[in-house]
């Protein structure tokens, strides 16, 4: 396949570039070289081995984007979205497991992998997590499921919170993974939370002055993303596939456009609906190392915003369905049952 073809090509130029050491397993992605690697001219979908014996589609949604998702499995529908810097590869080790009992939805978010990268609109109204949301409800639509639950980490359990509020009536249980609500987060800003999360502020800041400084040290800034995952985790191979996506045209410009409409429009959205609540059960999980325990009780957080609530703290940082996959499937195991 041309795609396979073109996979080995950046594996070798990784090597060649210096890009990280691979341990004796195979499976440790260390620390990078400083020199950037050069985007593919023609990006294509993530390799179909991250997700065996699931099928890639293409999904046009009412609200001018096109998604990208895998689909595998049997049972209920669940849907899967990811968080930055990644895309829904970072669900490579659950969904083949969660494949046996549902119906998996693994997708990029606009913006983000291999979905397209839409016009920002006006206050970044394209970004805005309600028409993200809008977007993924069409996607399920277009299999045939009205009904879903959704497991969302990062970024995406922004746009998941937001789902769950505009299409109260799709949503029927939702997993949220390390985050507090963005209405709160950015009401409640100390200095723990700006030193570990300064990105936010970044991001935000005026085109094209973060997206100019990211592109040139693209893999500097990846790895500086992921330094929070213990050794020998994260994957060679995922991490190409990651910088691959980040590096295809338009992506880094979407993904700051996706963190200056949590700043703006999101904002104005959330305000307007701080008497509403999430109606379906929703279970919350948050890493021990991350920033969130340190500034927030979590979860009197989400009671906040969420009737019926459930969750804990476990043994991760940020990225807990690639630090520990095995503790995230027996929480799922648990919930969606």
């Known amino acids: 396949m041309v795609f396979e073809n073109a996979r080995r090509d950046?594996?070798?130029?990784?090597?060649?570039?210096?890009?990280?050491?691979?341990?004796?397993?195979?499976?440790?992605f260390a620390a990078s070289s400083g020199m950037a690697m050069p985007a593919?001219?023609?990006?294509?979908?993530?390799?179909?081995?991250?997700?065996?014996g699931f099928k890639a589609i293409s999904t046009k949604t009412s609200v001018g984007a096109t998604i990208h998702s895998v689909v595998g499995g049997s049972g209920p529908p669940l849907l899967l979205l990811?968080?930055?810097?990644?895309?829904?590869?970072?669900?490579?080790?659950?969904?083949?497991?969660?494949?046996?009992?549902?119906t998996?939805?693994?997708?990029?978010?606009?913006?983000?992998?291999?979905?397209?990268?839409?016009?920002?609109?006006?206050?970044?109204?394209?970004?805005?997590?309600?028409v993200m949301a809008q977007d993924h409800v069409d996607v399920m639509a277009s299999l045939g499921f009205p009904k879903f639950d959704v497991v969302a980490h990062d970024r995406g359990g922004r746009v998941a919170h937001r789902m769950a509020l505009d299409h109260a009536d799709r949503v029927?249980?939702?997993?949220?993974?390390?985050?507090?609500?963005?209405?709160?987060?950015?009401h409640s800003v100390n200095n723990d939370l700006a030193t570990?999360?300064?990105?936010?502020?970044?991001?935000?800041?005026?085109?094209p002055l973060p997206e100019t400084l990211i592109a040139n040290s693209a893999e500097?800034?990846?790895?500086?993303?992921?330094?929070?995952?213990?050794?020998?985790?994260?994957?060679?191979?995922?991490?190409?596939?990651?910088?691959?996506?980040?590096q295809s045209p338009g992506s880094i410009h979407a993904t700051c456009e996706d963190y200056r409409a949590g700043a703006t429009i999101d904002l104005v959205h959330d305000a307007a609906d701080l008497d509403r609540k999430i109606s379906c059960p929703l279970h919350v999980l948050w890493g021990e190392r991350g920033v969130w325990p340190k500034v927030f009780d979590v979860l009197d957080t989400w009671r906040e915003r969420a009737s019926i609530v459930t969750g804990k703290q476990v043994p991760t940082g940020h990225f807990i369905a690639e630090e520990k996959p095995?503790?995230?499937?027996?929480?799922l195991s648990g919930f969606l049952s």
Request: glycine content about 8%; cysteine-free; proline content about 6%.
């Open 10 to 28: 950046l594996l070798k130029k990784a090597g060649a570039l210096g890009l990280g050491a691979i341990s004796s397993a195979g499976s440790v």
């Open 40 to 52: 593919p001219a023609q990006p294509e979908p993530a390799a179909p081995d991250f997700f065996p």
């Open 82 to 102: 990811h968080g930055y810097p990644q895309t829904h590869i970072e669900w490579r080790d659950v969904a083949t497991k969660l494949a046996g009992k549902f």
């Open 104 to 130: 998996v939805v693994a997708s990029d978010l606009r913006g983000y992998g291999d979905s397209s990268k839409p016009a920002d609109g006006e206050n970044h109204l394209g970004y805005s997590k309600r």
């Open 172 to 186: 029927t249980k939702l997993v949220i993974l390390d985050i507090v609500p963005t209405y709160k987060v950015l």
């Open 196 to 207: 570990a999360n300064f990105h936010w502020w970044f991001l935000i800041q005026k085109a």
């Open 220 to 246: 500097t800034w990846l790895h500086s993303r992921f330094e929070r995952i213990p050794s020998g985790i994260l994957s060679q191979e995922a991490f190409v596939e990651y910088l691959r996506a980040f």
């Open 326 to 331: 095995d503790i995230l499937l027996a929480e």
